[in-house]
């Protein structure tokens, strides 16, 4: 068990023996935040998009059924709803933090959807209008309150949403932008040490920086002026990059074995649609399409030598390319159900393995990268399966509610799971 | 930091964010709802296509006459010999007949007290054969239930197309869409 995960636990239990009073606990748990992303977390951050999603795109929908205050209601209240309980889960029952955070963010999506709702209802086009900028001005504070980095992220987004959209004339937004990301959202980024914003700050000054050169050239000033700035922040990124943490480098020493595992994710993901199945049967007469073979027959050769030698484990999740050789022993011709069905089976167990490998061999960099990746595939499969079939709002709904509800399951039985899993510390913290 | 803030006044903070977020939703609310009640009714004739907007659904996309506007057949007070880039401009309507036109183009907001006017960006510029106004005020998408753009789409396109608009103090907003 980490170390955050007892401290919570104790400093629960002491409070309830009436060890410690609820200022001495709030300044403990201030003292230690929280700052790994578990698989719950990330688990409750997908639900909480998912439902997010859903909910935009129900109100995109515009359906006549229900009158616009009862919308406009309804929308209020699920943002107030999910803000209140996040923070009852983070800062008063304290035992749900995680599911708790991802509510609070799954607050300020609803917000911004009901930003929307109102645009849609004054047929307002928000893209390009002041929409974005109103959803960063509600966004921003939440972040500073709870410290929260996705919301931090929503707020960059939103902010440079706004700046790109709106395709303003060189004038105040071209100062506007640059005073909001240096005055909000950068200080937050450096204080909480949160490489991935200050990173995306960066890239969003890259933004400015191209809508300010495109704009300068359209007025006759000089290109080049817009190039050597872009060079210089570019080395800038570069030293900011390296002097944030010279131990860590910037893959995490992993950057290999994140390229193999896309790799592999990119030949399992194409092998699983019917389409890409056709085109491959229909070319494989030529000899470089063949080539899955020749990994597929090394891989065997390696396998053959791990099974004799009894070392097969997680780490040999490449085996899972092995799969390829079942293709010769399929019919060539017309939809191959079974083969297809097979694929995506094999697929979504890589998938999830890939995920637990991450979690195993505690680093933080595969697991989110397995989850993107994962999150990836559902995506793929959702449009490639359910978009003629479902409504999408419910679609999104019913599968962001699913995660919530499992990561809140999972939140409760962390401890157990931790165990199960034969480790002490790392990722659940 | 307000992320180490007691528990008390966090929760205190939490209710005041949700106050300031439920106040810019207001503000968007009223905003809109104060043209529409306060407004001039006006009718304005359209040409709908039909687009879908990511975060807000279908819509139908609203062709004015006014969006391509030849200034030498209306009275404006605009040099022809400047180039106006992505300007503000005032357009006053009278109506005739039924339908409300545009009648007045300038720059000056004091030239159009106390007429229906409507507020928008643009830019002028005058070739060899016209002169040309290109104006956006805001007011060219209508919102529709989705999977029913096609469908209003090619019921107005049977009949001719009035956007009925609501518009005060230079703000306009699309109330309705009517075959006349």
């Known amino acids: 068990m980490s170390f955050n995960n007892q401290l919570q636990r104790e400093l629960t239990l002491w409070l309830k023996e009436g060890l410690i009073t609820q200022e001495t606990a709030d300044t403990l748990y201030q003292r230690y935040p929280v700052t790994k992303r578990s698989m ?40 107030t709803l999910s803000y209140l309980s996040g923070h009852y889960l983070t800062h008063i029952r304290r035992d749900f933090p995680k599911v708790g955070y991802a509510l609070i963010c799954l607050g300020s999506i609803l917000y911004g959807s009901a930003i929307w709702l109102i645009a849609q209802i004054f047929h307002l086009q928000a893209e390009a209008g002041m929409g974005f900028m109103l959803w960063y001005l509600g966004v921003i504070p939440i972040a500073y309150l709870y410290g929260s980095s996705l919301n931090l992220f929503l707020a960059l987004a939103t902010l440079t949403a706004w700046f790109l959209a709106g395709n303003y004339p060189l004038g105040p937004a071209f100062v506007v932008f640059p005073i909001l990301l240096g005055g909000t959202i950068l200080p937050l980024a450096i ?35 817009g190039i050597v700035s872009l060079f210089i922040l570019s080395i800038v990124l570069y030293l900011s990059v390296h002097l944030w943490d010279q131990k860590k480098p910037f893959f995490a ?101 890939a995920i637990y490998y991450g979690y195993l061999i505690k680093s933080p960099f595969i697991f989110n990268l397995s989850m993107v990746l994962f999150a990836g595939a559902i995506a793929m499969k959702y449009f490639d399966f359910f978009f003629e079939l479902l409504p999408k709002s419910a679609f999104f709904i019913a599968g962001g509610m699913l995660l919530l509800l499992g990561s809140l399951i999972l939140e409760n039985k962390r401890r157990s799971l931790i165990n199960s899993m034969g480790r002490g510390d790392g990722l659940a913290g | 930091m307000l992320a180490n803030l007691q528990l008390k ?34 009718t304005l004739k359209v040409e709908p296509v039909d687009p879908r907007s990511l975060f807000q659904g279908d819509y139908v996309i609203l062709n004015y006459s006014f969006n391509n506007l030849d200034l030498s057949h209306i009275e404006h007070d605009l040099d022809p010999n400047t180039g106006y880039r992505d300007s503000v401009f005032y357009m006053v309507f009278t109506p005739q007949g039924e339908v409300w036109v545009p009648s007045f183009v300038t720059q000056n907001p004091a030239k159009v007290q106390g007429q229906v006017y409507i507020k928008g960006r643009g830019y002028y510029y005058k070739d060899l054969y016209r002169q040309t106004l290109h104006f956006r005020p805001g007011i060219e998408q209508f919102f529709v239930p989705e999977g029913k753009g096609k469908e209003i789409e090619d019921q107005i396109r049977k009949g ?17 869409l009517v075959n006349q």
Do not use: C
Request: proline share 3%; charged share 10%.
């Open chain 2, 9 to 42: 006044n966090k929760t205190a903070l939490i209710f005041a964010v949700l106050l300031l977020q439920i106040i810019i939703l207001s503000i968007m609310v009223l905003n809109s709802y104060l043209v529409i009640f306060l407004g001039e009714k006006i």
């Open chain 2, 160 to 176: 001719v197309v009035y956007a009925q608009v609501s518009v005060y103090k230079g703000k306009a907003r699309v109330t309705g």
């Open chain 1, 253 to 353: 020493g992993n950057f290999l074995l994140s390229i193999s595992f896309i790799g592999i994710y990119a030949a399992l993901g194409a092998f699983s649609f019917n389409a890409f199945l056709q085109e491959f049967y229909l070319y494989r007469k030529f000899e470089l399409l063949n080539f899955p073979y020749l990994i597929a027959g090394a891989i065997l050769i390696m396998a053959v030598l791990k099974l004799k030698e009894r070392k097969v484990s997680l780490k040999d999740l490449p085996l899972f390319l092995l799969y390829l050789l079942v293709f010769p022993f399929f019919p060539e011709l017309g939809k191959n159900l079974p083969l297809l069905i097979f694929n995506n089976v094999v697929f979504f167990i890589f998938a999830i393995l």
């Open chain 1, 40 to 79: 719950t977390q990330t688990l409750a951050l997908l639900g909480s998009i998912l439902v997010g999603i859903g909910v935009i795109l129900f109100f995109a929908a515009n359906w006549e059924v229900m009158p616009r205050w009862m919308k406009i209601a309804v929308v209020i209240l699920s943002f």
């Open chain 1, 191 to 225: 204080r909480k040490k949160d490489l991935f914003n200050f990173v995306a700050a960066v890239v969003a000054v890259y933004l400015w920086f191209i809508a300010l050169g495109t704009k300068l050239s359209a007025a006759d000033f000089s290109l080049h002026l």
